[in-house]
Protein backbone atom coordinates (compact mmCIF):
# COMPACT_ATOMS: atom_id res chain seq x y z
CA UNK A 1 0.00 0.00 0.00
CA UNK A 2 1.16 3.73 -0.97
CA UNK A 3 2.35 5.73 1.96
CA UNK A 4 0.60 9.05 2.15
CA UNK A 5 -0.63 11.50 4.84
CA UNK A 6 -4.21 9.98 3.93
CA UNK A 7 -2.74 6.62 4.91
CA UNK A 8 -0.96 7.87 8.07
CA UNK A 9 -4.34 9.76 9.10
CA UNK A 10 -6.53 7.06 8.90
CA UNK A 11 -3.67 4.95 10.55
CA UNK A 12 -3.98 7.29 13.60
CA UNK A 13 -7.76 7.71 13.86
CA UNK A 14 -7.64 3.60 14.33
CA UNK A 15 -5.33 3.70 16.63
CA UNK A 16 -7.16 6.57 18.91
CA UNK A 17 -10.54 4.54 18.40
CA UNK A 18 -8.48 1.82 19.68
CA UNK A 19 -7.45 3.21 22.61
CA UNK A 20 -11.14 4.54 23.34
CA UNK A 21 -12.20 1.09 22.88
CA UNK A 22 -9.54 -0.11 25.79
CA UNK A 23 -10.75 2.45 27.75
CA UNK A 24 -14.08 1.79 27.59
CA UNK A 25 -13.28 -1.77 28.38
CA UNK A 26 -11.78 -1.09 31.75
CA UNK A 27 -14.11 2.10 32.26
CA UNK A 28 -17.46 -0.31 32.28
CA UNK A 29 -14.88 -3.35 34.07
CA UNK A 30 -15.62 -5.77 31.44
CA UNK A 31 -14.20 -9.22 32.13
CA UNK A 32 -12.92 -11.71 29.72
CA UNK A 33 -16.05 -13.40 28.68
CA UNK A 34 -17.83 -10.50 28.44
CA UNK A 35 -19.36 -8.95 25.35
CA UNK A 36 -18.49 -5.62 23.99
CA UNK A 37 -21.37 -3.71 22.45
CA UNK A 38 -22.76 -4.24 18.87
CA UNK A 39 -20.71 -2.67 16.02
CA UNK A 40 -23.81 -0.06 15.12
CA UNK A 41 -24.28 0.94 18.57
CA UNK A 42 -20.50 1.97 18.97
CA UNK A 43 -20.11 3.40 15.89
CA UNK A 44 -23.44 5.07 16.82
CA UNK A 45 -22.74 6.65 19.82
CA UNK A 46 -19.22 7.75 19.13
CA UNK A 47 -19.89 9.18 15.42
CA UNK A 48 -17.38 6.90 13.07
CA UNK A 49 -17.96 4.57 10.26
CA UNK A 50 -18.64 0.83 10.99
CA UNK A 51 -15.49 0.07 8.79
CA UNK A 52 -13.03 2.61 11.10
CA UNK A 53 -14.55 0.87 14.01
CA UNK A 54 -13.54 -2.69 12.66
CA UNK A 55 -10.17 -1.75 11.72
CA UNK A 56 -10.17 -0.68 15.59
CA UNK A 57 -10.98 -3.56 16.65
CA UNK A 58 -8.98 -5.77 14.72
CA UNK A 59 -6.08 -3.89 15.64
CA UNK A 60 -7.21 -4.74 19.76
CA UNK A 61 -7.90 -8.12 18.11
CA UNK A 62 -4.28 -8.43 16.70
CA UNK A 63 -3.24 -6.92 20.12
CA UNK A 64 -4.75 -10.23 22.45
CA UNK A 65 -7.34 -7.49 23.95
CA UNK A 66 -10.58 -8.82 22.35
CA UNK A 67 -11.39 -11.84 20.08
CA UNK A 68 -14.25 -11.17 17.26
CA UNK A 69 -16.91 -14.56 16.83
CA UNK A 70 -18.28 -14.09 13.19
CA UNK A 71 -21.85 -13.96 13.97
CA UNK A 72 -21.74 -13.47 17.80
CA UNK A 73 -19.64 -10.60 18.34
CA UNK A 74 -16.38 -8.77 19.73
CA UNK A 75 -15.65 -10.61 23.58
CA UNK A 76 -13.45 -9.50 26.15
CA UNK A 77 -10.11 -11.80 26.50
CA UNK A 78 -8.16 -12.65 29.38
CA UNK A 79 -6.08 -9.63 28.23
CA UNK A 80 -3.10 -9.69 31.23
CA UNK A 81 -1.36 -10.04 27.90
CA UNK A 82 -3.23 -7.29 26.15
CA UNK A 83 -2.74 -4.83 29.02
CA UNK A 84 0.75 -4.46 27.80
CA UNK A 85 -0.70 -3.08 24.67
CA UNK A 86 -2.53 -0.63 26.44
CA UNK A 87 0.39 0.50 28.01
CA UNK A 88 1.84 0.55 24.21
CA UNK A 89 -0.83 2.68 23.40
CA UNK A 90 -0.78 5.14 26.60
CA UNK A 91 3.07 5.56 25.70
CA UNK A 92 1.97 6.45 21.98
CA UNK A 93 -0.28 9.17 23.31
CA UNK A 94 1.70 10.65 25.77
CA UNK A 95 4.85 10.62 23.76
CA UNK A 96 2.70 12.60 21.35
CA UNK A 97 1.77 14.91 23.61
CA UNK A 98 4.89 15.32 25.44
CA UNK A 99 6.53 15.85 22.25
CA UNK A 100 4.35 19.18 21.16
CA UNK A 101 4.60 20.15 24.90
CA UNK A 102 8.30 20.12 24.88
CA UNK A 103 9.04 22.06 21.61
CA UNK A 104 6.17 24.96 22.81
CA UNK A 105 7.88 24.96 26.25
CA UNK A 106 11.46 25.50 24.72
CA UNK A 107 10.44 28.20 22.71
CA UNK A 108 8.95 30.08 25.33
CA UNK A 109 12.17 29.58 26.95
CA UNK A 110 14.08 30.79 24.26
CA UNK A 111 12.46 34.07 23.56
CA UNK A 112 11.28 34.71 27.53
CA UNK A 113 15.37 34.99 28.95
CA UNK A 114 16.22 38.30 27.51
CA UNK A 115 13.29 39.79 28.58
CA UNK A 116 12.49 38.00 31.82
CA UNK A 117 11.96 40.16 35.07
CA UNK A 118 14.81 40.08 37.54
CA UNK A 119 11.89 40.08 40.17
CA UNK A 120 10.67 36.73 38.21
CA UNK A 121 14.09 35.44 38.03
CA UNK A 122 14.48 35.66 41.64
CA UNK A 123 10.90 33.69 42.14
CA UNK A 124 11.92 31.00 40.07
CA UNK A 125 15.32 30.88 41.69
CA UNK A 126 14.17 30.41 44.98
CA UNK A 127 11.16 27.94 43.63
CA UNK A 128 14.19 25.79 42.21
CA UNK A 129 16.24 25.81 45.60
CA UNK A 130 13.19 24.67 47.59
CA UNK A 131 12.75 21.92 44.68
CA UNK A 132 16.24 20.94 44.85
CA UNK A 133 16.44 20.86 48.70
CA UNK A 134 12.94 18.43 48.50
CA UNK A 135 14.35 15.86 45.53
CA UNK A 136 17.22 15.97 47.62
CA UNK A 137 14.76 14.19 50.64
CA UNK A 138 13.98 11.42 48.47
CA UNK A 139 10.29 13.92 47.83
CA UNK A 140 8.60 14.61 44.61
CA UNK A 141 7.95 18.29 44.76
CA UNK A 142 5.04 17.65 42.26
CA UNK A 143 2.97 21.09 42.76
CA UNK A 144 5.89 23.27 42.98
CA UNK A 145 7.35 21.59 39.41
CA UNK A 146 3.78 22.74 38.05
CA UNK A 147 4.52 26.28 39.38
CA UNK A 148 7.65 26.25 38.26
CA UNK A 149 7.34 25.39 34.59
CA UNK A 150 3.66 27.49 34.17
CA UNK A 151 5.90 30.23 35.70
CA UNK A 152 8.67 30.04 33.21
CA UNK A 153 6.28 29.68 29.92
CA UNK A 154 4.49 32.48 31.23
CA UNK A 155 7.27 34.63 31.07
CA UNK A 156 7.24 34.60 27.09
CA UNK A 157 4.03 36.31 27.64
CA UNK A 158 1.84 34.78 25.27
CA UNK A 159 -1.32 33.86 27.45
CA UNK A 160 -2.43 31.61 24.63
CA UNK A 161 0.99 29.77 24.42
CA UNK A 162 0.83 29.38 28.22
CA UNK A 163 -3.04 28.07 28.73
CA UNK A 164 -2.31 25.60 25.85
CA UNK A 165 1.16 23.99 27.20
CA UNK A 166 -0.70 23.68 30.31
CA UNK A 167 -3.48 21.82 28.77
CA UNK A 168 -1.31 19.47 27.68
CA UNK A 169 0.66 19.08 30.92
CA UNK A 170 -2.80 18.23 32.56
CA UNK A 171 -3.51 15.59 29.41
CA UNK A 172 -0.60 13.85 29.73
CA UNK A 173 -0.22 13.45 33.42
CA UNK A 174 -3.98 11.38 33.16
CA UNK A 175 -1.29 8.70 31.73
CA UNK A 176 0.86 8.64 34.92
CA UNK A 177 -0.89 6.37 36.94
CA UNK A 178 -0.74 3.50 34.60
CA UNK A 179 2.27 4.10 33.35
CA UNK A 180 4.13 4.20 36.60
CA UNK A 181 1.75 1.37 38.05
CA UNK A 182 3.72 -0.29 35.31
CA UNK A 183 6.94 0.21 35.66
CA UNK A 184 6.70 -0.81 39.60
CA UNK A 185 4.98 -4.06 38.37
CA UNK A 186 8.18 -4.54 36.00
CA UNK A 187 10.25 -3.54 39.37
CA UNK A 188 11.84 -0.36 37.61
CA UNK A 189 13.03 2.46 39.66
CA UNK A 190 11.99 5.49 38.15
CA UNK A 191 12.05 7.64 41.39
CA UNK A 192 15.57 8.65 41.05
CA UNK A 193 15.33 9.81 37.61
CA UNK A 194 12.78 11.92 38.31
CA UNK A 195 14.41 13.23 41.44
CA UNK A 196 17.71 13.82 39.73
CA UNK A 197 16.00 16.64 37.05
CA UNK A 198 16.01 18.88 39.99
CA UNK A 199 19.59 20.31 40.02
CA UNK A 200 19.13 20.94 36.16
CA UNK A 201 16.07 22.91 37.11
CA UNK A 202 18.18 24.87 39.45
CA UNK A 203 21.08 25.38 37.00
CA UNK A 204 18.56 26.72 34.42
CA UNK A 205 17.78 29.55 36.22
CA UNK A 206 20.95 30.52 37.08
CA UNK A 207 22.00 30.48 33.22
CA UNK A 208 18.55 32.29 32.81
CA UNK A 209 20.09 35.29 35.50
CA UNK A 210 23.61 35.44 33.83
CA UNK A 211 21.41 35.55 30.23
CA UNK A 212 23.14 32.91 28.69
CA UNK A 213 20.32 31.43 26.39
CA UNK A 214 22.21 28.57 24.93
CA UNK A 215 23.45 27.04 28.80
CA UNK A 216 19.93 27.41 29.84
CA UNK A 217 18.17 25.21 26.93
CA UNK A 218 21.07 22.80 27.51
CA UNK A 219 19.51 21.74 30.69
CA UNK A 220 16.36 22.38 29.62
CA UNK A 221 17.22 19.50 26.99
CA UNK A 222 18.78 17.17 29.91
CA UNK A 223 15.44 17.81 32.02
CA UNK A 224 13.98 16.21 28.57
CA UNK A 225 16.22 13.72 28.30
CA UNK A 226 15.65 12.18 31.73
CA UNK A 227 12.15 12.52 31.21
CA UNK A 228 12.84 10.36 27.88
CA UNK A 229 14.73 7.82 29.54
CA UNK A 230 11.95 7.17 32.33
CA UNK A 231 9.36 6.18 28.93
CA UNK A 232 12.14 4.39 27.03
CA UNK A 233 11.86 1.58 29.69
CA UNK A 234 8.44 0.98 28.31
CA UNK A 235 8.93 -2.83 26.58
Request: proline share 3%; with cysteine.
Amino acid sequence: MEYSRETEGKSLLYSKLSDRIYQYIKEEDLKPGDRLPGERKLAAEWKVSRPTLREAIRELENQGVVRVEVGKGTFVTDYVEGRQMSIHLALKNFLELFEIKTVLERYCLENAIPKISESKLKELEDLAVQMDAIAARGVMPKEMDHQFHRSVIESYGNQEMTNMVCNMIEMYETFDKELYGYFEETGFDYFPILLSTFPYHLEMVRCMKERNVEKALEMFDKIVALDLEIYGRIE
